[in-house]
């Protein structure tokens, strides 16, 4: 969620930090800098998930399984 701001209001933030040190304020710059830039989301591909499932039955081993855990609800 964000959080907008009047004008008015980012007057009086500028009025109170620009008391503040030249260090502090590079400092605060950069965090701003840093929180409005868009992260890079990995990418998930496709061939990255070949092998993440491990068993040591066959397909119609766990086919026969997954029929036989089946609940008939009539």
């Known amino acids: 969620m964000s959080l907008i701001l009047t004008n008015e209001t980012i007057d009086k933030y500028f009025a109170f930090l620009s008391r503040l040190d030249n260090?502090?304020?590079?400092?605060?710059?950069?965090?701003?800098?840093?929180?409005?830039e868009?992260?890079?989301k990995p990418k998930v591909r496709i061939r990255d998930l070949y092998g993440a499932w491990e068993d040591?039955?066959?397909?119609?081993?766990?086919?026969?399984?997954i029929r036989e855990s089946r609940v008939d609800k009539n």
Not at 23 to 36: G, H, N, P
């Open 23 to 36: 260090r502090s304020k590079k400092k605060l710059i950069i965090k701003l800098i840093e929180s409005i």
């Open 56 to 65: 040591s039955r066959d397909s119609d081993e766990i086919i026969k399984e």
């Open 38 to 40: 868009e992260k890079e």
